[in-house]
Nanobody, 124 residues
């Protein structure tokens, strides 16, 4: 069982930055690929970024490439999402998720554990 807790969301103006954190309560954090998903009002939850279990590979959706950076600190059982140059369309609830697969999936059903989410609001 893995419990995940996101933090770091908030209200920011367009062009600003936020860093999200996802703390995992597990002794086997390095067994899990990790990802960030987001859900905007009235829309389905979508994949944003993922990182492999050891942190050696990352993937992003096109709309955040060059603006967002996913990272993990396995010594702290924590994953991060640094979000720069934020846009109003980035407004959503952001969720972290953990997958037992070595290669991080891009789809929700590839993830077994989810956090409760943290709200990110970008004003224009």
């Amino acid at each position: 069982q893995v419990q995940l807790a996101e933090s770091g969301g908030g209200l920011v103006q367009a062009g600003g930055s936020l860093r999200l954190s996802c703390a995992a309560s597990t002794r086997t954090f390095t067994n899990y690929a990790m990802a960030w998903f987001r859900q905007a009002p009235g829309k389905e939850r979508e994949f944003v970024a993922a990182i492999s279990a050891r942190g050696g590979s990352t993937i992003y959706i096109d709309s955040v490439k060059g603006r967002f950076t996913i990272a993990r600190d396995n010594a702290k059982n924590t994953m991060y999402l640094q979000m720069n140059s934020l846009k109003p369309e980035d407004t959503a609830v952001y969720y972290c998720a953990a997958s037992p697969k070595y290669v991080p999936p891009r789809v929700e059903y590839g993830y077994d554990y989810w956090g409760q989410g943290t709200q990110v609001t970008v004003s224009s």
